[in-house]
């Protein structure tokens, strides 16, 4: 207790029985033990306000001189308590903080607590973006609490306050009493009671800088927040939600087959730090009972990615490892902080489950029942292939330049899929690669790094944004990959991230397979937009020039060498970002028929051709994602059916809709499947290649309320490929959102799964039919 409140709580419990109800009760609530937040007030100035917080947006707080301060005068600026929920509105609580007023504009929106912060879920991530809940400060010169309101006496100084929140049960409802005094003479500036109905103040709790949303930057106030308290038996504790300093950890590992063997390449990500803190990250594994240090590495000071690479790694067993941070703080303490988890052995005996992911659109944040799967399925590898965010994510707008900014709006984005899925990607080695949203853009065709000029960021070649924060996204999502093949950057200095990582028995070819891809102004789509074609008797011949690129010649090559290149393994897997055909015929709503998405890698044709040439000879599965609609395609280049399968996994969180009814729009098709479903066989797809769609998890239009509901009518889920690498087989699962995928029953696939492939179907010899 600070020496203010406990001198209040002291003179008001020697009062109390003279008090009324309301202060009587502001006694009691003062009398409980109110247990300081975070460390503040010796953390060094920094955007990153630890690891008990979730600021919204992150990039408009810093740490300033022992406080949080609000950097903007725009709306409902908060911070989220992540530790602690009010969960029991039979017990009392009570909160504590001091607000100093930094800056005032035309409007003060005031600042103080909202508690009672919920989602339709109220689970505590998911609680952290919704709006809501129950007030509890001073706005422009009046108490406010829930919905009542008073004024304070004329000339009152609100500039430095210190807020007492306390509740306590009070039969169905609760009884809350807000206190203000000023901070520097403890004088009393007002007390304000109200009752509100008990759900009300269950959710998360925060503190607010200009509570009114609407209110613009350059309109508001903005404030300064320190000395945060709480307790109460109301309130729920659970410091293992803490997110950082440490945030999480990525790893892959992978047979070099040479000198250094196994090499274990491993990312610590922490929040955006100071200067004045330190940029050390230790790594150490667990021998014999003990910590051992393997080293310590350095931050990057814009990806905030601390990355080891550890040759000769003893891949035959499993580790515990830790990462360590040791963050100094003003007063010359260190507060210790680590994140553990295992580094799997090799798989060797057995077949290797491979957990494969695409597309988290934030409405279905944070995604609990696909982590709980992968959780309870434990593969031995992970992969997200691309928009592990959206623009949207987390709302508060989008940032494009200068770099600084766009980096840490990104970054507070991305933060969102670790905080969802961390518990997995703790223990499993994981390639994760970046797609368009992940560089804010609705398509990329990046034309080798090329600068966007003026236009769509649908539609236009290049990247739109500067290379210095495509560099972020790509070090964030992959700088933990093995070796990449020829790290040489391509235009901007925009860095490249193609290579392979060879694991139980199988290589993985990893392509960014949009990098060097041209762009749709190259050819007349017919239509207003670029990369649709919406005209059903256009001639899709005239889209497919000659010099149009999709892998790019560097990719070609190394696809090339990779496919040749047996050593070490004996099935291989290509994981890029989006299928080599446009399997979807309907986008963005239920009769948007569209006749092809150059977006799609069936486009250009003639490339989409050389590439699966080339990869024929590897008899890889081609597992990729981004169309947010599952499916399993077996190419055709001469012929049909004479190349390689891709398995397109669900979203997990699918957005924007797409549809494959082919029946429905009269595309002809050959050889329907045995299992006889709607919209599969042998198809030319709308750009005239050769598909043939074995099984597709079409969608239904997603309507529920409830976010999880919502993703599993959209066709949500996630992949398993389970490789055998003494069958030579694939078996390929596709899973819905809201199951359980251990459970057994028939309906948690999407139909036409499962299927088992053998690796030489890879090459056009078939046996499924
Ligand atoms: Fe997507």
């Given at each position: 207790m600070s020496s203010l409140s406990r001198r209040s709580a002291l003179k008001l419990l020697a009062a109390s029985t003279a008090l009324p109800a309301g202060q009587a009760q502001a006694a009691q609530a003062e009398s409980l033990e109110l247990q300081p937040v975070g460390h503040w007030k010796t953390t060094h100035n920094r955007v990153f306000l630890g690891g008990e917080f979730w600021a919204n947006p992150m990039e408009d707080w810093r740490i300033v001189d022992g406080a949080a301060e609000c950097q903007t005068t725009g709306g409902d600026r908060n911070i989220h308590l992540i530790t602690r929920q009010l969960t029991d509105a039979g017990k009392p609580f009570a909160m504590s903080v001091r607000v100093g007023r930094v800056e005032s504009r035309r409007i003060d929106g005031g600042a103080g607590f909202r508690i009672g912060i919920k989602s339709e879920l109220n689970e505590y991530r998911s609680n952290l973006f919704s709006k809501g809940g129950v007030k509890a400060g001073i706005i422009d010169g009046k108490l406010v609490l829930a919905r009542r309101t008073q004024p304070l006496a004329d000339g009152a100084d609100t500039s430095d306050v210190v807020f007492v929140l306390s509740g306590s049960p009070a039969g169905d409802q609760v009884q809350l009493t807000l206190t203000a005094k000023n901070a520097t003479s403890g004088e009393e500036l007002g007390t304000l009671t109200a009752q509100v109905p008990a759900d009300f103040v269950l959710g998360n709790v925060a503190v607010v800088s200009?509570?009114?949303?609407?209110?613009?930057k350059g309109q508001g106030a903005r404030y300064r927040f320190s000395d945060w308290r709480v307790g109460g038996d109301a309130v729920t504790v659970d410091e293992s939600r803490a997110f950082g300093p440490l945030l999480w950890t990525m790893y892959t590992l992978s047979d070099s087959r040479g000198d250094e063997g196994f090499v274990m390449k491993l990312s610590a990500l922490t929040g955006?730090?100071?200067?004045?803190?330190?940029?050390d990250v230790e790594l150490q594994v667990e021998k014999g009972g003990e910590w051992k240090s393997l080293g310590t590495t350095q931050l990057d000071t814009d990806a905030w990615t601390a990355t080891f690479r550890i040759p000769n790694w003893d891949e035959k067993h499993a580790a515990a490892y830790r990462v360590v941070y040791q963050e100094k703080q003003t007063d010359g303490s260190t507060v210790e902080s680590s994140w553990s988890g295992k580094i799997k052995a090799n798989p060797s005996g057995r077949p290797l489950r491979l957990g494969a992911l695409t597309c988290q659109n934030d409405?279905?944040?944070?995604?609990e029942p696909v982590v709980e799967n992968l959780l309870r399925l434990d593969p031995d590898m992970l992969y997200f292939s691309g928009d592990?965010?959206?623009?949207?994510?987390?709302?508060?707008g989008l940032i494009r330049d200068p770099a600084g900014p766009a980096i840490l709006n990104y970054l507070r984005k991305f933060y969102q899929f670790g905080m969802s899925f961390r518990d997995a990607l703790k223990d499993a080695p994981t390639v994760c690669i970046p797609d368009d949203h992940d560089v804010f853009q609705g398509n990329i065709w990046g034309e080798g790094g090329k600068a966007m000029g003026e236009g769509s960021t649908s539609s236009k070649g290049g990247y739109r944004e500067p290379a210095r924060m495509v560099n972020v996204v790509h070090k964030t999502c992959?700088?933990?990959?093995?070796?990449?093949?020829?790290?040489?950057?391509?235009?901007?200095?925009i860095s490249v991230y193609y290579g392979d990582m060879v694991y139980g028995g199988v290589s993985f070819a990893i392509l960014g397979d949009r990098q060097w891809k041209s762009g749709p102004e190259h050819v007349d789509s017919g239509s207003s937009r670029a990369d649709h074609v919406k005209d059903p008797n256009y001639d899709v011949s005239t889209l497919d020039k000659p010099g149009l690129v999709l892998l790019g010649e560097r990719q070609e090559k190394f696809l090339e060498h990779w496919g040749s290149d047996w050593r070490g393994h004996s099935m291989k897997v290509l994981l890029s970002q989006t299928v080599f055909a446009a399997v979807a015929t309907h986008h963005g709503g239920y009769d948007g028929y569209l006749k092809a998405d150059l977006d799609s890698g069936g486009w250009p044709q003639t490339a989409r051709n050389r590439a699966i040439e080339i990869l024929r000879k590897s008899k890889a599965l081609h597992i990729n994602g981004d169309q947010h609609l599952t499916t399993l395609t077996q190419y055709g280049v001469k012929e049909q059916r004479d190349s390689n399968w891709s398995f397109c996994t669900p979203a997990i969180a699918a957005g924007y809709p797409r549809w494959w009814r082919p029946d429905e729009v009269g595309m002809a098709h050959e050889n329907r499947p045995q299992h006889g479903l709607a919209n599969t066989g042998e198809f030319l797809d709308g750009l005239g290649n050769k598909a043939y769609v074995y099984a597709v998890g079409n969608p239904v239009v997603g309507k529920d309320r409830n976010r999880y509901r919502k993703a599993h009518e959209k066709g949500s889920g996630f992949g398993l490929v389970t490789i055998d690498t003494d069958s030579k087989t694939y078996h390929i699962e596709s899973f819905r959102f809201?199951?359980?995928?251990?459970?057994?029953?028939?309906?948690?696939?999407?139909?036409?799964?499962p299927v088992t492939l053998h690796q030489d179907e890879n090459a056009g010899q078939n046996r499924l039919e």
């Open positions: 200009n509570f009114e949303p609407t209110i613009k955006p730090l100071g200067e004045d803190d330190s940029k409405y279905g944040f944070p995604y592990q965010l959206y623009e949207g994510h987390g709302g508060y992959a700088g933990h990959h093995p070796d990449y093949f020829d790290p040489t950057p391509c235009l901007q200095d809201l199951i359980d995928a251990t459970d057994g029953k028939a309906d948690n696939q999407f139909p036409g799964w």
